[in-house]
Nanobody, 117 residues
Framework: QVQLVESGGGLVQAGGSLRLSCAAS????????MGWYRQAPGKQRELVAI???????HYADSVKGRFTISRDNAKITFYLQMNSLKPEDTAVYYC???????????WGQGTQVTVSS
């Protein structure tokens, strides 16, 4: 099982930037998919971005061109750089890691991102 600890959320004005970090520890394969999801009040959790161990990325249409996911395999940490933030980006953001071989999925505790207009 992998433990994930998130940091970097907060309150920002529209047009601003935030960087989320997710540090992983514990047992786990180096072959994995790391991702960020978000859940706004009254809505279902949705995919924001994912990155494979090979560096391939995928983004939700709503964040393309504004958000960038990256990973540091040496530190076993991944990031979400969020630029040009909009009020509709307000949500609790969760990091996630999935082991490719076992399909074991682990989640972080969530971090609040609030974008004021």
């Amino acid at each position: 099982q992998v433990q994930l600890v998130e940091s970097g959320g907060g309150l920002v004005q529209a047009g601003g930037s935030l960087r989320l970090s997710c540090a992983a520890s514990g047992s786990g394969s180096s072959s994995n998919v790391m991702g960020w999801y978000r859940q706004a009040p009254g809505k279902q959790r949705e995919l924001v971005a994912i990155i494979t161990s090979g560096g391939s990325t995928h983004y939700a249409d709503s964040v393309k061109g504004r958000f960038t996911i990256s990973r540091d395999n040496a530190k076993i940490t991944f990031y979400l750089q969020m630029n040009s933030l909009k009020p509709e980006d307000t949500a609790v953001y969760y990091c996630n890691i999935v082991d490719v071989a076992t399909h074991q999925a682990d989640w972080g505790q969530g971090t609040q991102v609030t974008v004021s207009s």
